[in-house]
């Protein structure tokens, strides 16, 4: 099921007198989270915003996306435009049967991860690869760890953890099931941001097919668009929300603080008073409320 945000867009520009003061936020109900299940990785990487990029498999094998695409974040922080912290996860499965089937999940470098990926308790190195990212002629080498689930014995339940010496096989990968770990990164410092951590769990895959999985990941940047503007607020605009009211920042701070991401502040309450407001719509924009000179609450759009 997705989980959406409506709001209503619209399209001329009408100057409307604010009545009565919009309700200020303490600093701590200043919700930050994301949790969304979306069709496409562009619709995932806009959820979380235009600071970072996801990565979308061009080559799969052969199967199909299995589902939507799970999206959750929480508490992104920024500085100077670029991510800092917070948490992120974006994952979806291809293949719905048992014997082929491949799981990628990614969240960007600079957070921690939302939502643990799965550790097969199994697990084991095979050993390490270079995955060439991007389109000929621009290709950037990164490496990548590439796992086996081949310490069988972990099954029985009361064995010891894979001595640090056990290397799987590359035909493991296939026999067992494999695993390819790795930090995307651009293949050109023009390039949007997109140094996103991946991790791509495969079943019934050779060691070539997985690494070809990998190598065929092609860059989503986020951006303002959202979806035709249905979705509001994107993890990282929910984020500098949240700092602007955390840091209790003045309004001469927090257009500061938002102009480095590329967003728009403007005052929609002034201790009280509200302010005379345009109603159209802009994904690139926070709506700020401010008692005693800072920052205490803030909208999208």
């Known amino acids: 099921m997705r989980i959406r945000s409506l709001v209503v ?21 200043v919700d930050t989270s994301v949790q ?10 806009d959820l979380l915003g235009p600071a970072g990029s996801l990565w979308r498999p061009s080559y799969t094998a052969g199967l199909k996306q299995d589902g939507t695409i799970d999206v959750v974040a929480e508490g992104i922080t920024m500085k100077d435009g670029a991510v800092t912290g917070g948490s992120t996860f974006a994952g979806s499965t291809y293949g719905s049967s048992r014997k082929e089937k491949v799981t990628i999940v990614e969240k960007w470098a600079q ?39 081949c310490y069988t014995k972990a099954l029985s339940g009361d064995a010891p ?4 010496s056990l290397r799987c096989t590359k035909a493991d990968v296939r026999k067992y099931g494999g695993t390819l770990v790795m930090t995307a990164r651009p293949s050109s ?21 997985l690494v070809r999985v990998a190598s065929s990941l092609q860059q989503v940047p986020g951006d303002y668009s959202m979806d035709g503007l249905e979705l509001v607020g994107s993890a990282e605009m929910r984020g ?10 003045s309004l001469d701070a927090a257009q500061a603080f938002a102009q480095q991401s590329g967003y728009t502040v403007r005052p ?7 302010q005379a ?3 159209d719509f802009r994904t690139d924009r926070v709506t700020v409320t401010l008692e005693g000179g800072v920052v205490t609450g803030c909208s999208y759009g």
Request: hydrophobic share 40%.
């Open 9 to 29: 867009i619209v399209s001329s520009v009408v100057l409307v007198p604010a009545l009565g003061a919009t309700p200020a936020l303490a600093a701590d109900s």
């Open 111 to 149: 957070t921690d991860w939302a939502a643990d990926p799965e550790t097969d308790i199994r697990r084991a190195l095979v050993g390490s690869a270079t995955i060439s990212l991007g389109d000929p002629g621009t290709k950037v080498d990164v490496p990548a760890k590439i796992y086996a689930n």
């Open 240 to 249: 500098i929300c949240g700092q602007m009211v955390g840091d209790r920042m």
């Open 277 to 279: 407001l345009t109603m």
């Open 161 to 164: 953890p894979p001595p640090k």
């Open 189 to 209: 410092t023009m390039g949007a941001p997109g140094r996103s951590t991946l991790q791509i769990d495969a079943d019934g895959l050779s060691y070539k097919q």
């Open 36 to 45: 969304a299940d979306v069709e496409s990785w562009q619709e995932a990487a």
């Open 268 to 274: 929609g309450s002034i201790d009280g008073v509200g």
